[in-house]
């Protein structure tokens, strides 16, 4: 009974923590689409940057060695350097790849996106910047039990990551909802020509989305890089997959919409660890891209998403 | 089996509803073979819908559309095209990077036999169905007045050519029935003249039947034998042009309040 | 130019249709041939190799031209359908090996034959050849039943969410393929179980490794010039020009007779029968597969062949599977820059020629009739 309860909640918990990752990363992919229509596939290689970046910055700060006790307040420093540095890319990316684009044919957008995407595999690969090889990021958090649940370990890593994660999501939900910039951006979202008609300076919205959802992505790829610790290259499934399921997050959410992404990525992280924990390990990738497929089947739209019906 | 003075195409007190909104009420309509007629409305009034639920691209609520006897509400489009219903669009919807000839090629594409492996193996009931459909393109972009483009996209051509082109690649489906969706918006007075030639022509030689949408009113009244009123969804009136053009309520509907003018409806 | 070549002859004379198939084939075998025993030992190892390499992604990228390119649907799901198509005919080749001649090498001709084949005093086919040609077969058929599978959801989704849709397929046979069971090398274990239950011991995640070798030169541009005559001939036809309508505006195609949705769904098979072959070519030539290694990026791979050949180009898709192919191996010098130097290459072209190499014509119709771009708005045609 007690080993029942334990795995249950080590799975809630586990789900949710990453999850609230996924809900991250899925946010930038949904604002980039709500606003220009097109899936960003450079964007998982924003959030490896960003634990790459994170990665360096740690290092130099002295705190790679075993041994190295970092200080409270270094993570939220490394935190903000991530952001910032990654969303100082997502600009130059928007800026220099995707504005030539505006008005192409959205399969053009869509290869450029893969032309950027391997372009910072690739640049982030050469020995000068952080090297081929995978390094391990080192642990900035005592590694702690805060509480038990039924035995079920609540660590400190879960506990600072969710809770990082959904700090920046409301922050996100304040700007989006509250403030003039959030208005813009749901007025460009709505409809980019009539918004530009209204005074809407369209590019500097596109521009700032870029930057927001880059800079979301920095944070998820160093809290996950926190709490499974190591960083590999691009090309190492965790990573894909981590870009992929946030991106499955995004559509079974409902492609375009802020909240369903956050509801999205949780959902797909506990869907994933339940799966995993009482189903089968061995398909837990499968249930994800199951729960797509049926999604676009039943809801094309997404769960959260507004049907779009074409004028004939 | 439907007795031979039965309309050809039957409407039944068809509606649809968008979310709240009702956008055809209670549509009634019968094209006689071979008739020419017009529906009119102001904008809004709902006429490209009724075309849309005619031709498969809505499905009505309620209501029955019959076509030479045949049901027509629960068909895909592409079937209600192969029934004999044939469309033009509104705002133009050629296949603008392609030839003008493979436009009208490929709405011949239904009427062939030959099968997608026989298409692949160059069989000869491939290539003599391939060759009829070339000759009947050919022929029709002809009497348009397009088979000199032939050659050129679709995207290239002047507006005017594009309506026309619009209209013969319908006719390339060999359609008993015709809709034309405001077939002469964008055209000169010289070309619409030209057009409603045209329109007389084709129903002639291959005994169509039309009905049309169009705002010139000039057209329509000149061209239209019967002209039916659309506003706000609703039938509001049918009759000849001449009566239409005194219709009160008609004049009431163009102009937003009762009045008397002289010469009845604006063009 | 869209010339419908007017035929010679009067009426479609029924002999003819012997020789307008047999030439062809006839064409392709000469290539295939004169590839296998003259290019070969001419070329040498390495050069030898990218010619196979350039064949098998002419073949993907001229299936892939059928789906994106002439239906406008957007498939990211090649990888897919190559791991399906070679898993099916390596389980069929190897496990039939063991099979039909107690062994896990089976006999080969020297057609199939790796090396300087004129060197080697073989029959020109062997038995074990006709089990590859069908196991390529039947690894396409497997793929064209998948394909029709994802087809079927391109009824109802357009665009992205079909995109979607097939990037999430090929991630599922990946993981599917990556869950099944070890590959049994016991030759009495083999005889003793029943095909069926052969079928799903694929090699999990270490991948199906020990495939007889089959494919050479000779097989690989066979395929790829059979694949072209049939998307030419499927181009050049009353059902081309359907596909190409949904391609153009989907409602309007709809309108005009056209079934979209069978029509989508075949094109889908289509595309698939023939990315399932070149996954079955690869496998038999590689002698071993593995799904992880072909997941998602190996059809960006094909899907930027297609895009820059032209959509819907097949002149263009094999141009640039050639080109794409032959690249980065002229990039080598470079050494860790190549792949960066190739990637900013691509964004440059969709920045200064987003219409592909050719646009949606093929190569020899560039020149006389070039798109006039002028008030056309966004060249190479926007979302319509």
Redesign the interface.
């Known amino acids: 009974m007690n080993a029942a309860l334990q795995t249950f909640f080590e799975t809630l918990i586990n789900g949710l923590a990453v999850g609230s990752l996924y809900a991250l990363v899925a946010l930038g992919y949904t604002m980039v689409y709500g606003i220009l229509k097109f899936i960003n596939f450079a964007h998982s290689d924003i959030v490896v940057l960003g634990a790459w970046i994170a990665f360096v910055l740690a290092r130099s700060l002295g705190y790679a060695t075993p041994d190295a006790a970092a200080p409270w307040y270094a993570g939220l420093l490394i935190l903000l350097v991530a952001m910032t540095a990654c969303g100082a890319i997502g600009y130059a990316v928007e800026r220099l790849a995707y504005k030539p684009l505006r008005g192409a044919p959205r399969l053009n957008v869509l290869i450029t996106a893969i032309g950027v995407s391997l372009f910072l595999q690739n640049t982030g690969q050469l020995s000068f910047l952080f090297g081929a090889s995978p390094q391990r990021m080192p642990s900035l958090l005592p590694d702690t039990p805060l509480l038990t649940v039924f035995g079920a370990r609540v660590s400190l890593v879960d506990v600072v990551g969710a809770g990082t994660a959904v700090l920046l999501m409301v922050g996100l939900e304040y700007l989006i909802f509250h403030t003039k910039l959030g208005r813009a951006m749901r007025a460009v979202s709505y409809n980019t020509s009539v918004a530009s008609l209204m005074g809407v300076n369209v590019n500097a919205v596109i521009s700032f989305t870029f930057v927001v959802g880059s800079a979301l992505a920095a944070a998820a790829g160093f809290l996950y890089s926190m709490k499974y610790v190591g960083i590999k290259q691009p090309a190492d499934a965790g990573w894909v997959m981590l870009g992929l399921k946030a991106f499955v997050a995004a559509v079974v959410g409902g492609i375009g919409n802020i909240r369903g992404a956050m509801i999205g990525g949780v959902m797909i992280g506990l869907l994933e660890f339940f799966g995993a924990a009482y189903v089968s390990t061995q398909y837990r990738d499968v249930y994800v891209f199951a729960l797509l497929i049926l999604v676009l089947l039943f809801r094309p739209a997404g769960l959260f998403g507004r049907a779009t019906v074409e004028k004939v | 089996m439907t007795p031979p003075d039965a309309p050809l195409l039957e409407v039944a007190s068809i509606s649809i509803s968008f979310g709240g909104l009702r956008a055809v009420r209670e549509f009634s309509l019968a094209l006689g073979r071979g008739s020419l007629s017009g529906l009119i409305g102001p904008n809004g009034a709902g006429k490209?819908t009724v075309f849309?639920l005619l031709?498969g691209?809505y499905q009505p609520d309620a209501g029955t559309i019959r076509l030479a006897g045949r049901s027509l509400p629960g068909l895909?489009?592409?079937?209600i095209?192969?029934a004999g219903l044939?469309?033009t669009?509104q705002n133009i919807?050629?296949?603008?990077?392609?030839?003008v000839?493979?436009n009208v090629?490929?709405?011949?594409?239904?009427r062939?036999r030959?099968t997608?492996a026989g298409?692949?193996?160059?069989?000869?009931l491939?290539?003599?169905?391939?060759?009829g459909?070339?000759r009947r393109a050919r022929e029709l972009l002809g009497i348009f007045g397009l088979d000199d483009r032939?050659?050129e996209?679709a995207?290239?051509l002047p507006y005017g050519d594009q309506r026309r082109l619009e209209i013969a690649?319908?006719m390339?489906?060999e359609p008993k029935v015709i809709l034309l969706d405001e077939p002469a918006a964008g055209m000169n007075p010289q070309e619409t003249r030209e057009l409603a030639g045209l329109v007389r022509r084709i129903r002639t030689d291959f005994s169509l039947t039309v009905l049309l949408i169009e705002h010139d009113m000039g057209f329509v009244m000149d061209l239209c034998e019967s002209i039916t009123v659309l506003d706000y969804g609703q039938v509001i009136a049918h009759g000849p042009p001449a009566a239409i053009q005194r219709d009160p309520k008609v004049i009431e509907a163009y102009l937003g309040a009762p009045a008397a003018v002289e010469g009845g409806v604006p063009a | 130019m869209t010339r419908v070549a007017p035929q010679l002859d009067d009426g479609p004379a029924a002999w003819r249709f012997v020789p307008r198939n047999l030439a062809p084939l006839g064409a392709a075998l000469g290539l295939a041939l004169l590839m296998h025993f003259v290019f070969q030992p001419a070329a040498g190892s390495f050069a030898s190799k990218l010619a196979l390499d350039i064949a098998v992604n002419i073949i993907l990228a001229v299936s892939l031209t059928m789906v994106n390119g002439f239906t406008g649907q957007f498939s990211m799901g090649t990888a897919g359908f190559m791991a399906v198509g070679g898993y099916a005919a390596a389980a069929v080749t190897y496990y039939g090996s063991f099979r039909l001649y107690g062994s896990p090498n089976p006999p080969a001709g020297i057609l199939s034959a790796f090396g300087d084949p004129t060197g080697l005093p073989l029959p020109w086919l062997q038995s074990g050849d006709l089990m590859f040609v069908a196991a390529c077969l039947f690894g396409g058929l497997v793929a064209a039943g998948a394909g029709y599978i994802v087809g079927l959801p391109s009824l109802r989704l357009r665009g992205d969410y079909l995109a979607i849709v097939t990037l999430g397929f090929g991630e599922i046979v990946r993981v599917v393929l990556q869950t099944s069971e070890r590959r049994l090398s016991n030759a009495e274990q083999i005889a003793g179980t029943p095909w069926p239950k052969l079928l799903t011991h694929l090699g999990g995640s270490l991948g199906f490794t020990s495939i007889p070798y089959f494919t050479t030169l000779f097989w690989v541009w066979l395929a790829a010039v059979l694949t072209l005559v049939v998307a030419y001939r499927m181009k050049r036809s009353s059902y081309g020009r359907a596909f190409l309508s949904i391609r153009e505006d989907e409602v309007a195609a709809e309108a005009m007779g056209v079934c979209t949705t069978k029509f989508k769904v075949r094109a889908f098979v289509i595309s698939s029968f023939f990315a399932g072959v070149a996954g079955a070519l690869i496998a038999h030539q590689v002698q071993s597969i593995n799904a992880g290694e072909l997941g998602f990026q190996r059809s960006f791979d094909v899907i930027i062949m297609v895009v820059l050949g032209g959509m819907g180009s097949i002149s263009g898709a094999v141009l640039a599977a050639g080109v794409l192919t032959v690249l980065p191996e002229l990039l080598r010098f470079m050494a860790d820059y190549r792949m960066v130097v190739y990637a900013l290459a691509l964004i440059v072209m969709m920045i200064v020629r987003p219409q592909g190499l050719f646009g949606v014509r093929e190569v020899w119709e560039v020149g006389p009739f070039r798109r006039r771009a002028a008030g056309s708005g966004a060249p190479g045609g926007g979302a319509t």
Do not use: Q
Request: net charge positive.
């Open positions: 490209t849309n031709t691209v895909r489009p592409h079937e095209a192969h044939a469309r669009f919807r050629l296949f603008p990077d392609l030839s000839l493979d090629r490929i709405a011949c594409h239904l062939a030959h997608l298409a692949l193996l160059r069989s000869p491939h290539l003599l169905e391939e060759r459909m070339l032939r050659d996209y995207r290239n690649r319908a390339a489906t």
